[in-house]
């Protein structure tokens, strides 16, 4: 289970520096936590309210913003100002939706989650043999395929399935 571990960590590293180099604006650095995303009106500054029934995530003139709710100085003079993102002429609400929902924030939270998750695995494979504070026979391998923590581990690497390097072993029994 060693190379998974190794094949997961270096997924989430690449999924980790994609989240924060979205999150950068131009010459500056970026934000820690990452980016929280949300759709505006151009024109108005307003947050769109997004309407998963509605076709198009449009204002009246066709466009929509795609911008970060934190803001950050500018050297013009203007004040604090958001990141923009992308300008869309038109875009399907659901996709808009989606967008929105996987902002950097979200991802790099996800990111963090599953590297605690892997260390769980970690920890409970450290605890060799001992069950309810009794030592075991060492009947038990870790790297078992039954084994809850590996299960896990084989369902975290799913969504990368289609890299190169991830190996059929490590599909989930169905």
């Not at 709710?69 to 808009?96: K, M, N």
């Not at 970690?122 to 299960?151: A, F, L």
């Amino acid at each position: 289970m060693d190379d998974l571990i190794v094949f997961l960590r270096a997924r989430l590293d690449e999924d980790e520096q994609v989240a924060r180099e979205a999150s950068r604006r131009k010459h500056d650095g970026w934000t820690p936590s990452g980016e929280h995303w949300q759709w505006v009106e151009p024109d108005q500054d307003q947050v769109l309210t997004l309407d998963p029934v509605a076709e198009e995530c449009l204002n009246d003139y066709g466009r929509a913003d795609l911008r970060s709710v934190e803001e950050y100085p500018v050297g013009s003079g203007l004040g604090d100002l958001p990141h923009f993102v992308v300008r869309s002429e038109e875009v399907r609400t659901l996709d808009a939706m989606h967008i929105a929902r996987w902002d950097p924030a979200r991802v790099l939270t996800e990111v963090e989650a599953k590297r605690k998750l892997i260390e769980l695995h970690e920890d409970v494979r450290g605890d060799e043999d001992q069950i309810d504070g009794e030592w075991g026979n060492g009947r038990w391998s870790w790297d078992d395929p039954s084994r809850t923590s590996v299960k896990m581990l084989k369902a975290l690497a799913q969504p990368y399935a289609g890299h190169p390097d991830y190996r059929e072993e490590w599909r989930p029994a169905e």
